[in-house]
């Protein structure tokens, strides 16, 4: 592996194809025609992605996911709002440090991060609590993995009269989530993730009617989604530099996710690429953290092994070196790493990958990758 670079097994960013990163070796002017008509594609090619109809629109934001997120919360939430988080790992964290940013109201639900959280206990939360007016959910949890019930979710929220915003970023355009069907009013996810783009760019599909109504809601402009969204209307463009790059790297991945029969094509081979991997870890000694049931097909959470001669940089350095980039561990119930099945990857590379780790093993003299 010295000239090809390395595949990443990580949760983003990820490996891309030829094509995508040759989309970028072209400088567009911000007012370009042509680029604002990639720009208008790809806003409604995401909201079709989305379910949404004529009801929906999608505000496009630079920066990373973080920033789509924060703006989301910044936009949606009224100031005299109060938003439930449901946590199960990181990610729902993240969003209660925002509001701390933000002086916004919040509830939290928080289960431990291999539990998704309990649609019945969110109804129960909604109805003693009155003063809430929102619920923030992670579609996929990527500190674990996780899969949560957003469907469940959003139809206990709804009965409560209450309004949905989710985190779909590690999940959009590869699980299934059809705003048609699923009640909710905004959904945020990345240009880097299952759309296998270039990082540097979030965007959020929301009810158009929704953002019209959060006007002024924003404490600040460069994450305003309304004054995002009403100068794009207005004259088409983006009030500030677009990451002109990334927004044509995504056009042409958007063309790659269609080719590939959209999000269930996408998500089929990622299955199948999370399917070769468990079976093939779990023939090396690996013990995944998750049941089948609760594990999205999108990064994969391994116990750390015990025996003494498993030193996880060692490990990581020399997968590394053989072209495989994994991922570290986040969780607080147990001591793990993670590998991701994402991203301009197949079962070639999967396969390729395990047996990057037998020899890693073999060299490092591991003899048992059980955990405690
Ligand atoms: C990747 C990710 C984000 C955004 O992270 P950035 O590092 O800001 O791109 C947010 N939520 C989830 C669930 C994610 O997987």
């Not at 002086?103 to 109804?123: K, Q, S």
Request: glycine content about 8%.
């Amino acid at each position: 592996m010295s000239n090809q670079e390395p595949y990443l097994l990580t949760p983003g960013p990820l490996t891309t194809s030829r094509e995508t990163k040759e989309a970028m070796l072209r400088d567009w002017g911000s007012r370009d025609a042509a680029f604002i008509d990639i720009n208008r594609q790809v806003r409604a090619q995401l909201v079709d992605m989305a379910g949404g109809g004529d009801a929906f629109t999608c505000v496009p934001l630079q920066g990373s996911g973080t920033f789509a997120v924060e703006a989301m919360l910044a936009t949606f939430l009224p100031h005299d709002g109060k938003l439930l988080i449901l946590i199960n790992g990181a990610y729902g964290h993240r969003m209660v440090t925002i509001c701390d940013y933000l002086g916004r109201e919040y509830l939290t639900y928080e289960t431990p991060e291999d539990t998704p959280p309990d649609a019945a206990e969110v109804e129960t939360l909604l109805k003693d609590d009155p003063a809430i007016t929102h619920v923030a959910v992670i579609h996929c949890e990527t500190t674990s993995g996780i899969l949560n019930p957003v469907g469940e979710i959003a139809e206990a929220v709804a009965r409560q009269g209450k309004r949905l915003l989710v985190d779909s970023m590690s999940a959009f355009g590869a699980l299934e989530i059809d705003v048609a069907v699923l009640p909710c009013e905004a959904l945020a996810a990345s240009s880097n993730k299952c759309i296998e783009g270039a990082p540097g760019m979030g965007f959020v599909i929301c009810r158009t009617d929704a953002l019209e109504a959060a006007k002024g809601n924003a404490h600040s402009l460069s994450l305003d989604l309304h004054n995002q969204w009403a100068a794009m209307e207005g004259n088409a463009q983006w009030r500030f530099t677009p990451p002109t790059h990334v927004v044509a790297a995504f056009h042409q991945a958007l063309a790659e996710h269609a080719a590939e029969g959209g999000v269930a094509g996408r998500g089929g081979r990622y299955r199948r690429n999370c399917d070769v991997l468990i079976e093939g870890m779990k023939a090396l000694g690996f013990v995944p953290l998750l049941p089948e049931t609760l594990q999205a097909p999108i990064i994969i959470t391994f116990h750390m092994p015990v025996d003494p001669a498993f030193v996880f940089q060692d490990f990581y350095d020399r997968l590394a070196e053989k072209g495989y980039v994994i991922y570290p561990g986040k969780l607080t119930v147990a001591d793990s790493f993670r590998v991701g099945c994402i991203g301009r990857i197949d079962e070639t590379v999967m396969r390729g990958a395990l047996t990057a780790m037998r020899e890693t093993l073999a060299e490092m003299k591991v003899k048992d990758c059980g955990p405690a």
